[in-house]
């Protein structure tokens, strides 16, 4: 069996569970350049046999806090069962003003909770699961917002495959959206490519190898 053949055996072995957050601030029916890049991600990672669901967050009423229930119907703790059930999470977020948007930030602050949540060997929940984020926008800002996000979520507990951002950034002060494009931009794609390799090799070797007990 030559090379090739043997990685994608191994690429495929352990069925992998992955959950994206779409972080828009635009509730559903309405078009979302978020929800896409989030769904390219996602059908990427099913390329190296990982299945999933998309969650967009504004849909549902999460409410804003640190804790990993509010009650009076708080939507986060059937979310959190989602990130609980995953080997890897995706955040996918739109740029505003230069930040994560709103809804991303109250996601990362409810993730929060995590670092409180252990396992019976001591360990936090998050670790062995894997992180990765996309990001839109229609200004420069991509690595900046990313860079946010993967240092919460490394503190919480989830752990970084290298190139784990895929992102579209358009011209500045022009008004085209990602979702408004033609076909994907091609540096794009393959990142996204990369990514979902990367990040599905590394979510397989913490399944096989899980981070020692305290």
Known sequence: MDTTQTQANAST???????ALVCTLSPSPAPSSSQLLAEQTMAALADHGVSGKVIRV?????????????G?????????DHVLGADILV???????????????????????????????????????VAAVC????????????????QGLNDIG???APGAVTY?????????????????????????VALAANVSHLARRLKDAPYPAP
């Open 168 to 192: 579209w950034v358009g011209e500045a002060m022009q008004k085209t959206d990602y979702l408004d494009l033609d076909s994907t931009p091609k540096s794009t794609a393959e990142t996204t």
């Open 135 to 150: 990001v839109v926008g229609n200004e420069d800002g991509a690595h900046k917002v990313s860079a946010d996000i993967f």
């Open 13 to 19: 072995r352990v069925p992998l569970r992955a959950v």
């Open 58 to 70: 504004v849909d549902h009423d999460v409410k804003p806090g640190i804790s990993t229930d509010l």
């Open 91 to 129: 955040i996918s977020t739109p740029i505003w003003l230069g930040h994560p948007s709103s809804v991303a930030q109250k996601v990362m602050e409810r993730l929060n909770a995590e670092l409180s949540e252990q396992d019976d060997q001591g360990r936090p929940l998050m670790y062995g699961k």
């Open 158 to 160: 989830f752990s970084l």
């Open 72 to 80: 009076d119907g708080d939507a986060w703790p059937e979310i959190r």
